[in-house]
């Protein structure tokens, strides 16, 4: 599910990430990524998400050993020029 209120910038099939999608937080610079989805997801590029809207279902595409979840939390634009952080301290804050 969506951890953030946030538009849908990317929703694509990579080799290595499997069917993933990438949410850019409304309000800040910061992105989320969903890697190894199960199907494509269900978003559309464009389409903003609440806090709690589902994203996907697990899965195991791509390159991927097993079901699991690939979550990545970036400041500034992902892949492209941002850097990743470790997203426990936000993702504690959230409860």
């Given at each position: 599910?969506?951890?953030?209120?946030?538009?849908?910038?990317?929703?694509?099939?990579?080799?290595?990430a499997g069917n993933y999608v990438v949410l850019k937080?409304?309000?800040?610079?910061?992105?989320?990524?969903?890697?190894?989805?199960?199907?494509?997801?269900p978003l559309r590029v464009g389409q903003v998400v609440?806090?709690?809207?589902?994203?996907?279902?697990?899965g195991q595409t791509g390159r991927a050993y097993g079901?699991?979840?690939?979550?990545?939390?970036?400041?500034?634009?992902?892949?492209?020029?941002?850097?990743?952080?470790?997203?426990?301290?936000?993702?504690?804050?959230?409860?």
């Amino acid at each position: 599910v969506s951890i953030r209120r946030a538009r849908v910038i990317y929703r694509k099939y990579h080799g290595a990430a499997g069917n993933y999608v990438v949410l850019k937080n409304l309000g800040n610079n910061t992105q989320f990524a969903y890697m190894h989805l199960l199907r494509p997801s269900p978003l559309r590029v464009g389409q903003v998400v609440g806090a709690g809207e589902l994203i996907g279902l697990v899965g195991q595409t791509g390159r991927a050993y097993g079901c699991h979840l690939h979550f990545e939390y970036w400041v500034g634009p992902w892949q492209t020029g941002g850097k990743p952080i470790n997203p426990l301290p936000y993702l504690y804050s959230l409860r």
